[in-house]
């Protein structure tokens, strides 16, 4: 319950001056767009907190397959926005796009709830078949070995083997089993399965239609050159992660103590609070994020039905193959692929044929930000992965649950929003704001530090599990590295995108996201355990694996930040301003200005 009452008064220290400045300075339309976005915000994150350990516990994948599925899932997460900023832009307009969105999120996170019966696993020996008994979730897992109706622990053994403990000389199971002298067999229910599937395809088509656009929104509430455009993408940046950190506090509890059906249900039930919010708030946008041609979208062209209904149904008929896809890591990274090539070849002729100097170079300068945000996130989102099993396997967690480690980055985030704001105020008034290709890299040099405290103090570990402090470190370093680089993405797309493609390049941002998410998943997957039942075999070799991939990963990050920081000064001339502050920037207190006033660089 500590880390509840630390977050209540987190969150009022710093969202109360917030709302006064939502209610104060900027439009109605911010706040249901702030709210709206912070609920499905709750949703995705609440989801994304224990999505993990109900692959590996509920569902029994092995670490690897887990990793790859998440990366799957989350990857396609990420892609699908290409298609919604495309139909957006072109026929159906931002706000109908973030309606339908949402409905589909709302059905995909309360079928999330339906758990099915969890995976049953045997050991099987001389051709006899002994249960797997589990009991608990996340780091309260237990696993144990039914032999003559008596629960046995076990370990891996140096050579591979299995070693079962307590068992008397003579027993129906030898002390040790060589490997390969036995069978671990698995049962999953497939109706469970297919509707967890189900499930994460309609997140997946909602999130399509959602997220690119609702950015996308923020930035038309304010007219070209206004000064609390950044200030409002901050206000906005807030949101999304007070509903990430109550997400993770809370879905993970309940998803710990109650039930995955708890977790996931009270996800689905933040997605519908924002819906409710979006649609009852559709007066306060004022008239913003309608379609382009309302006639248009009106016509019939098939029978009765029109192209605003045909863009639905296709999207519910969508949910099909993105069903398909989701359950092959293969299909999705050659998905991917395409999708890449797509996008870099409509990029490459929109800047040949339809840009000017000024122009193209704004758009390569987005586009260099986007291989950057590749970077980052593919290190930055292991959080789900591979350093959410770490903390379940390897950290002594002093009372909390696993999954609630997933929410320091986003308490990070609203402890250090007024330190941020004080400093890119005081550098903006002096018009000494670095450019967005430097910032990138200081955020990439940060999140790979993350990774190399924990690797150069691993010899704090007791029993190998290390200091609880130790990750919060780690996250404090990549909460300030997504500081200086996330919302500067967010503005940058939006400043230095030409006005008529904005949400394609916002959904190629996300693109870069999918990017890493397949990459990510990859290299969780590599750094993963033996495990039975969901519970690792061997915490040393666990422990050692983990270890050797951070530093890897950390290393990578710091070699790619110090490359972003050489580039910085060679390329700083293509915003042709389109990054710098107004000569005399917005009064706009630190309290609530937060890391998004780095956007005005």
């Known amino acids: 319950m500590m880390i ?5 008064v987190v969150t009022l220290v710093t969202g109360i001056p917030v709302l006064i400045q939502l209610l104060r300075h900027h ?54 926005p290409l298609i919604g900023g495309l139909l957006a832009d072109r026929w159906l307009g931002t706000r109908k796009a973030v309606a339908f969105g949402a409905l589909l999120l709302v059905a995909g996170h309360g079928m999330m709830a339906v758990e099915g019966t969890p995976a049953r696993q045997t050991l099987v020996y001389a051709g006899q078949s002994y249960e797997v008994a589990i009991e608990g979730r996340m780091e309260q897992r237990q696993v144990r070995v039914m032999v003559g109706g008596q629960p046995h ?19 129906p199971l030898p002390t040790v089993m060589p490997k390969g002298s036995y069978e671990l067999k698995k049962v999953v229910d497939p109706f469970g399965k297919n509707a967890f599937y189900l499930a994460v ?52 509890w309940l998803g710990a103590d109650f039930g995955w059906w708890a977790g996931f249900g009270l996800a689905g039930v933040g997605m519908a609070a924002g819906f409710v919010v979006f649609v009852l708030g559709k007066k306060h946008l004022l008239g913003k994020g309608e379609p382009p041609n309302p006639e248009l979208l009106s016509r019939k062209i098939a029978g009765p039905i029109t192209r605003e209904w045909l863009i639905y149904l296709g999207g519910v008929l969508g949910v099909i193959p993105v069903w398909v896809l989701v359950q092959s890591n293969q299909l999705v990274g050659w998905a991917l692929g395409i999708s890449i090539i797509a996008a870099l070849a409509f990029i490459l002729f929109f800047l040949i044929t339809q840009c000017d100097k000024v122009e193209r170079e704004r758009m390569m300068l987005a586009m260099v930000l986007v291989f950057g945000s590749v970077v980052f996130f593919t290190l930055f989102e292991q959080a789900g992965t591979s350093l959410n099993l770490f903390a379940a396997r390897n950290v002594d967690l002093m009372g909390i649950d696993a999954a609630q480690t997933q929410s320091f ?4 985030i609203l402890i250090f929003a007024p330190i941020f704001a ?8 002096r018009r000494r704001m670095p450019n967005p290709t430097l910032t990138f890299g200081y955020g990439l040099l940060q999140v790979g530090l993350g990774f190399l405290v ?72 590599l750094m993963g355990a033996e495990t039975v039942g969901g519970q690792v075999l061997d915490s040393s070799l666990a422990f050692a694996t983990s270890m050797d991939g951070f530093n890897k990963l950390g290393w990578a990050g710091v070699t790619c930040g110090v490359v972003f920081v050489g580039l910085s000064f060679l390329i700083k001339g293509w915003a042709h301003g389109a990054d710098q502050p107004p000569v005399e920037p917005a009064l706009i207190t630190p309290t609530v200005d937060g890391e998004q006033q780095a956007a005005r660089i």
Not at 4 to 8: A, E, K, Q, V, Y
Not at 153 to 171: C, D, R, S, V, Y
């Open 409 to 412: 980055n986003a308490g990070f």
């Open 153 to 171: 622990e076990f370990a891996a053994t140096a050579e591979g083997g299995l070693e079962i403990k307590n068992m008397a000389p003579g027993g």
């Open 4 to 8: 509840i009452l630390i977050g209540i």
């Open 454 to 525: 924990v690797v150069w103090t691993q010899g704090l570990a007791v029993e190998y599990k290390m200091p609880l402090y130790m990750l919060g470190l780690l996250y404090m370093l990549h909460t300030t590295g997504e500081l200086f680089l996330s919302p500067v993405g967010l503005s940058q797309i939006t400043k230095l995108s030409v006005a008529r493609v904005v949400s394609f390049m916002m959904a190629v941002w996300f693109l870069a996201s999918s990017i890493a998410q397949f990459v990510g998943g990859r290299i969780a997957g």
């Open 27 to 80: 439009p109605r339309g911010l706040i249901i767009l702030f709210f709206a976005e912070m609920w499905e915000r709750f949703s995705y994150y609440g989801m994304r907190g224990i999505l993990i350990f109900y692959l590996t516990q509920h569902l029994l994948f092995d670490d690897s397959t887990a990793g790859a599925q998440y990366g799957s899932y989350t990857s396609l997460v990420y892609l699908l």
């Open 201 to 252: 395809s309609l997140i997946i088509m909602g999130v399509g239609f959602l997220k690119p656009n609702i950015s996308t929104i923020v930035g038309q509430l304010y007219p070209t050159g206004d000064p609390r455009r950044d200030s409002g993408f901050t206000l906005y940046y807030y949101g999304i992660n007070l509903g990430a950190f109550w997400a993770s506090v809370l879905c993970g």
């Open 422 to 429: 004080a400093m890119w105020t005081y550098l903006g008034a």
